[in-house]
């Protein structure tokens, strides 16, 4: 166990919906980023915040969004879902996050989202 | 942007062998190389890691080699088990901007046969 906590652990929904995903950083660290992984593209990196703030961007929809909250834990919505939107989703912990010493990324246990 | 290519994509070897996964990086900069293993439906999890001030780290029978001039780093796993069989991450980092986003290679199976 990771210490990362994420929910929902899966997610059935339609296409044109809207899901909200949730993620629990472990306990004392700042940063979360989140990632999706599919069958054809392997682990990408979406987005990352520090302490509340957005730190980063990656390869993410502008139909995806996200935010982190004063309690540090971190919610990614995603929304006109298409079928290709069908992933496993990972959040990832760091204790600070880009302040000159790359600290170790630990994963949650992923949300498997199904669009039908 | 960084590139990670990684192989082989699937390696198949017999309980005792050694395995070798070998991982390129193409930016320069990068200065934190993590592996993760991966079990089927679960969370990558960190199995060793190397900085670019180090060229060489071992932890019991896994161990990763970083070389900075070729840009490229490997993953030797000695005496596989069938615990061993997963797939196989590699990846790339620097801090840049305040982010140390991770840059995955595509993965290797590996699959260990008793």
Sequence with gaps: DS?????????????????????????????????????????????????????????????????????????????????????????????????????????????????? | GENVEQHPSTLSVQEGDSAVIKCTYSDSASNYFPWYKQELGKRPQLIIDIRSNVGEKKDQRIAVTLNKTAKHFSLHITETQPEDSAVYFCAASKTQGGSEKLVFGKGTKLTVNP
């Design chain 1, 3 to 116: 210490g990362v906590t994420q929910t929902p652990k899966h997610l059935i929904t339609a296409t044109g919906q809207r899901v909200t995903l949730r993620c629990s950083p472990r306990s004392g660290d700042l940063s979360v980023y989140w990632y999706q992984q599919s069958l054809d593209q392997g682990l990408q990196f979406l987005i990352q915040y520090y302490n509340g703030e957005e730190r980063a961007k990656g390869n993410i929809l502008e139909r995806f969004s996200a935010q982190q909250f004063p309690d540090l834990h971190s919610e990614l919505n995603l929304s006109s879902l298409e079928l290709g939107d069908s992933a496993l989703y990972f959040c990832a912990s760091s204790r600070r996050g880009g302040r000159g010493v790359t600290d170790t990324q630990y994963f949650g246990p992923g949300t498997r989202l199904t669009v039908l």
